[in-house]
Nanobody, 115 residues
Framework: QVQLVESGGGLVQPGGSLRLSCAAS????????MNWYRQAPGKQRELVAG???????NYADSVKGRFTVSRDNAKNTVYLQMNSLKPEETAVYYC?????????WGQGTQVTVSS
């Protein structure tokens, strides 16, 4: 059974930092392209960052220079370090893994940026 479990969300002040984690099980983690998405209330889900099997990364323009995605294949975990957070980045953050013919999603973790 495939499971992606996000953690690390919470309430943070504007300008603050959070580190999200996504622990995977039931998959060959090293074979999957890992992504972080977010969905704010009333908005579509959007891609925040991704990391390929080889380690190359991509980011949404809005988070470049502030967010860093990384993976630890030995721990079957992908991370999202988020710095200089803004109130408009309040959303549920989802972990996603993509293989050739299938993909899986986590349940999400809430990030609230507010003073």
């Amino acid at each position: 059974q495939v499971q992606l479990v996000e953690s690390g969300g919470g309430l943070v002040q504007p300008g603050g930092s959070l580190r999200l984690s996504c622990a995977a099980s039931g998959i060959i983690f090293s074979n999957g392209h890992m992504n972080w998405y977010r969905q704010a209330p009333g908005k579509q889900r959007e891609l925040v960052a991704g990391i390929m099997t080889g380690g190359s990364t991509n980011y949404a323009d809005s988070v470049k220079g502030r967010f860093t995605v990384s993976r630890d294949n030995a721990k079957n975990t992908v991370y999202l370090q988020m710095n200089s957070l803004k109130p408009e980045e309040t959303a549920v953050y989802y972990c996603n893994v993509v293989f050739v013919v299938e993909e899986y999603w986590g349940q999400g973790t809430q990030v609230t940026v507010s003073s």
